[in-house]
T-cell receptor
Framework: NAGVTQTPKFRILKIGQSMTLQCTQD?????MYWYRQDPGMGLKLIYY???????DKGEVPNGYNVSRSTTEDFPLRLELAAPSQTSVYFC????????????FGPGTRLTVT | GESVGLHLPTLSVQEGDNSIINCAYS??????FIWYKQESGKGPQFIID?????DKRQGQRVTVLLNKTVKHLSLQIAATQPGDSAVYFC????????????FGTGTQLKVEL
């Protein structure tokens, strides 16, 4: 299993541009999450999904959108990039067993200038 | 709102010594806790977890202690090695919170040779 994969690893955007951060997991996990991590800070939840076709807002959803058309994929969309969205973005997934461990991807480092 | 926080942002230890990383939480409904390790440029990696009906759990060189009376947990790393240098996060699951983890800010562990 590759686990959770994210693309791209790095990206530089100009203000106002849009992009999609890709996330795929091959563990057949129902739950998927998007976090952002600012320098020296913890993880803040942007959006999450409890299964295909179901998404919900997390703590910091403004400026982002998500979709979950399949179990495997959970892309994160930035429509009008702003400097405040400069961050490292992590995708994670979790199965439906009794524990709450989330499995994380390697992250995407995004800079908006 | 209630959140998970860490006491020490940076901890420096000598190689071979034991490390103790602390975490405070404030939500009485927290029923599960995880410690994650994040190396530079990588996603968080699961270390150990503990449920709220336990006081202690041991893994390989790591022990987590949970004190529900004062809402405090700690991660103890025995015989700290250079490879233990990383940022350590505690995260909590709040019962009824929808399978979402709340992360603390993190503690940077530096192992000195």
């Amino acid at each position: 299993n590759a686990g959770v994969t994210q693309t791209p690893k790095f990206r530089i955007l100009k203000i106002g541009q849009s992009m999609t951060l890709q996330c795929t997991q091959d563990m057949n996990h129902n739950y998927m999450y998007w976090y952002r991590q600012d320098p020296g800070m913890g993880l803040k939840l942007i959006y999450y999904s409890v299964g295909a076709g179901i998404t919900d807002k997390g703590e910091v959803p403004n400026g982002y959108n998500v979709s979950r058309s399949t179990t495997e994929d959970f892309p994160l969309r930035l429509e009008l990039a702003a400097p405040s969205q400069t961050s490292v973005y992590f995708c994670a997934s979790k199965g439906t067993s009794g524990d709450y461990e989330q499995y994380f991807g390697p992250g995407t480092r995004l800079t908006v200038t | 709102g209630e959140s998970v926080g860490l006491h020490l942002p940076t901890l420096s230890v000598q190689e071979g010594d034991n490390s103790i990383i602390n975490c405070a939480y404030s939500n009485s409904a927290s029923d599960y806790f995880i410690w994650y390790k994040q190396e530079s440029g990588k996603g968080p990696q699961f270390i150990i977890d503990i449920r709220s009906n336990m006081d202690k759990r041991q893994g390989q060189r790591v022990t987590v202690l949970l004190n529900k009376t004062v809402k405090h947990l700690s991660l103890q790393i025995a015989a700290t090695q250079p490879g233990d240098s990383a940022v350590y996060f505690c995260a909590e699951n709040i019962r009824g919170g929808g399978n979402k983890l709340t992360f603390g800010t993190g503690t940077q562990l530096k192992v000195e040779l």
